[in-house]
């Protein structure tokens, strides 16, 4: 027999490893399948829950419409009325068309209409309308900010951005507690601060805070901080968040001057 025929057990060895290798394969083909499947689901059941956010973002726009007009009518009405308890109505209707504003505007796109204004000013109006709110929990809104800081922007745009941090600072410091709203300028910048002495976020929620309807409390809608977000940049500036068990600091970097950022029409 010749120095190079194959023998039975040559045959055998070949064999023996081309099964084992097409048994890999299989494994391994087996495993991709069962990847792809799990993925197939997940894309499933994220299309099913977009289609129902989709769907309640509708009924709520919708709802935020109607309840808009009423409100309007009430404040109205109050603003007319004397003493304290007519302030009273005034201020809670315009807290609750804050909340209604927050659902239209995060089906809308953000578009300034910048104006040079006073950040002392700003500051110190969104102090005064949430003292009365404050001072039921005996928390203590404190404004630092300089006279002559002054900052080209949307001023209705800022005032909601800056309601939706203080309440949220409110609503998570606890009694005797203090919220800091600041300002100051930074060579071309324009720096806005507001912090409390809550006991911070969660380390595992601060990657999520600014994605749409996620809260840290449960009193929270979700819409209140994507807003935010989406109202800084919408002005060309930044928003960065450091949290501890002391508190929590948001801090907006906005230019002096801006150009207008248009945002697509679809929703954020």
Same mark, same amino acid.
């Given at each position: 027999?010749?120095?190079?025929?194959?023998?039975?057990?040559?045959?055998?060895t070949?064999f023996?490893s081309? %099964?084992?290798? !097409?048994?890999?394969?299989?494994?391994?083909?087996? @495993?991709? +399948?069962?990847?792809? &499947?799990?993925? !197939?689901?997940?894309?499933?059941?994220?299309?099913?829950?977009?289609?129902? !956010?989709?769907?309640?973002?509708?009924?709520?726009?919708?709802?935020?419409?109607?309840?808009r007009?009423?409100?309007?009518?009430?404040?109205?009405?109050?603003s007319?009325?004397? /003493?304290?308890?007519? /302030?009273?109505?005034?201020?809670?209707?315009?807290?609750?068309?804050?909340s $209604? *504003?927050n659902?239209l505007?995060?089906?809308?796109?953000? +578009?300034?209409?910048?104006?040079?204004?006073s950040?002392? #000013?700003?500051?110190? @109006?969104?102090?005064v309308?949430?003292?009365?709110i404050?001072?039921?929990?005996?928390?203590?809104? $404190? &404004?630092?900010?300089? *006279?002559?800081?002054?900052v080209?922007?949307?001023h209705?745009?800022?005032?909601?951005?800056?309601?939706?941090? +203080?309440?949220?600072?409110? #609503?998570?410091?606890?009694?005797? /507690?203090?919220?800091?709203?600041?300002?100051?300028?930074? @060579? %071309?910048? $324009?720096?806005?601060a507001?912090?409390? *002495?809550?006991?911070?976020?969660?380390e595992?929620?601060?990657?999520?805070?600014?994605?749409?309807?996620? %809260? *840290? %409390?449960?009193?929270?809608?979700g819409?209140?901080?994507?807003?935010?977000? #989406?109202?800084?940049?919408?002005?060309?500036? &930044?928003i960065?968040?450091?949290?501890? =068990?002391? =508190?929590?600091?948001?801090l907006?970097?906005?230019?002096?001057?801006?150009? +207008?950022?248009r945002?697509?029409?679809?929703?954020?």
């Amino acid at each position: 027999m010749s120095g190079h025929a194959i023998t039975l057990e040559d045959l055998v060895t070949r064999f023996q490893s081309a %099964s084992e290798s !097409l048994e890999r394969s299989y494994r391994e083909l087996q @495993g991709r +399948v069962q990847s792809l &499947t799990a993925e !197939l689901e997940r894309e499933r059941e994220e299309r099913i829950r977009l289609e129902r !956010l989709a769907a309640m973002g509708e009924m709520a726009m919708e709802l935020a419409h109607e309840i808009r007009n009423p409100l309007g009518s009430i404040e109205l009405y109050a603003s007319m009325l004397d /003493g304290e308890y007519a /302030g009273q109505i005034v201020r809670s209707v315009r807290l609750l068309n804050h909340s $209604v *504003t927050n659902v239209l505007q995060f089906g809308r796109p953000i +578009v300034p209409a910048p104006e040079r204004m006073s950040v002392s #000013r700003l500051l110190e @109006g969104i102090r005064v309308f949430i003292q009365p709110i404050a001072q039921q929990k005996q928390i203590r809104i $404190v &404004t630092d900010c300089d *006279t002559e800081c002054f900052v080209e922007a949307d001023h209705e745009l800022l005032h909601r951005m800056l309601l939706n941090l +203080v309440l949220n600072a409110i #609503r998570e410091t606890p009694r005797d /507690g203090i919220v800091c709203l600041s300002g100051q300028v930074a @060579g %071309s910048d $324009v720096l806005i601060a507001v912090e409390d *002495t809550g006991p911070g976020i969660q380390e595992e929620r601060m990657a999520r805070i600014f994605d749409p309807m996620f %809260s *840290t %409390s449960r009193e929270g809608c979700g819409l209140g901080l994507p807003i935010v977000k #989406r109202i800084v940049e919408s002005h060309n500036g &930044t928003i960065a968040v450091n949290s501890s =068990g002391n =508190g929590t600091r948001f801090l907006i970097t906005i230019p002096h001057s801006m150009e +207008v950022v248009r945002e697509p029409i679809a929703c954020c």
